[in-house]
């Protein structure tokens, strides 16, 4: 089993920037990469970024240039920096983890104001 906690998640006006944070504990090893979705309210949950245990990296076309996943290997955390933040990224985002199976995080909030 893997246990995913984010944090980092909060408040910020348009234009700004938030990082959020997901570190990993348990079955560490079976871990092939880790990412995040983001659902907003009355959506599906929408896939954002994502990054191998190799290093390479993905980004949703919405976020692209604005966003940044990055990895720490010792730390068995990766990161999100985001930067220019819209209203419409507004939404509750999740830490994800695939190996054998996929494993969640609790979520964490970002609100963008106008």
């Known amino acids: 089993q893997v246990q995913l906690v984010e944090s980092g998640g909060g408040l910020v006006q348009a234009g700004g920037s938030l990082k959020l944070s997901c570190t990993a504990s348990?079955?560490?090893?079976?871990?092939?990469?880790m990412g995040w979705f983001r659902q907003a309210p009355g959506n599906q949950r929408e896939w954002v970024a994502s990054?191998?245990?190799?290093?390479?990296?993905n980004y949703a076309d919405s976020v692209k240039g604005r966003f940044t996943i990055s990895r720490d290997g010792a730390e068995n955390t990766v990161y999100l920096q985001m930067s220019s933040l819209k209203p419409e990224d507004t939404a509750v985002y999740y830490c994800?983890?695939?190996?054998?199976?996929?494993?969640w995080g609790q979520g964490t909030q970002v609100t963008v104001s106008s």
């Open positions: 994800y983890a695939w190996s054998f199976k996929n494993y």
């Open positions: 348990g079955s560490i090893f079976s871990i092939n990469g």
């Open positions: 990054i191998t245990t190799g290093g390479s990296t």
